[in-house]
């Protein structure tokens, strides 16, 4: 069974935010089992939201990890991605918007006016390429960037 990311990756998040900083307290504290919280510990780090710091025990010459998770760096990521997201949707919605487009009628390619003209408005299969109405695409490209820009808003305010 696959453990959702409520059941565990947000439990080992707040218990490094709280402090706790070794993966068997992490374990300990939340109730997941070890190799898991490691698993996930690593994720983090590999993302970069997450550091640790080596140290050995004289006695037992074991290396202990301290981990701390790095809250700065989630935020600037989430806001990365988010812009990146938006950057995509816009190039997008520009491209529907100042381009207009013919398909074929069964659906197997869709050419905007130069490439339907350079292949004659004729489908590989032979068929007429039709003119597509991409209205309903751009309307639906300005309710996501609407979305992304909302929900980076939201998100910029909670942390504020």
């Known amino acids: 069974?696959?453990?959702?990311?409520?059941?565990?990756?947000?439990?080992?998040?707040?218990?490094?935010?709280?402090?706790?900083?070794?993966?068997?307290?992490?374990?300990?504290?939340?109730?997941?089992?070890?190799?898991?919280?490691?698993?996930?510990?690593?994720k983090l780090y590999d993302l970069k939201i997450a550091n640790y710091k080596r140290s050995k025990d004289p006695e037992t010459q074991w290396f202990t990890y301290s981990w701390k998770f790095d809250k700065e760096e989630l935020i600037n990521q989430i806001n990365k991605e988010s812009e990146s997201e938006l950057k995509a949707l816009n190039d997008r919605l520009a491209y529907e918007e100042n381009n207009m487009f013919f398909i074929c009628p069964e659906g197997h390619v869709?050419?905007?006016?130069?490439?339907?003209?350079?292949?004659?408005?004729?489908?590989?299969?032979?068929?007429?390429?039709?003119?597509?109405?991409?209205?309903?695409m751009i309307d639906q490209l300005k309710e996501n960037i609407k979305m992304v820009e909302s929900d980076l808003d939201s998100f910029n305010k909670s942390i504020e």
């Open 110 to 136: 869709r050419y905007n006016f130069d490439e339907a003209s350079d292949e004659e408005f004729l489908c590989v299969c032979g068929e007429e390429l039709q003119f597509q109405d991409n209205s309903d």
């Open 1 to 42: 069974m696959r453990e959702t990311v409520e059941e565990t990756i947000i439990p080992i998040i707040n218990a490094l935010d709280e402090g706790i900083e070794t993966d068997e307290e992490i374990a300990e504290k939340t109730g997941i089992k070890l190799n898991i919280v490691r698993k996930i510990l690593y």
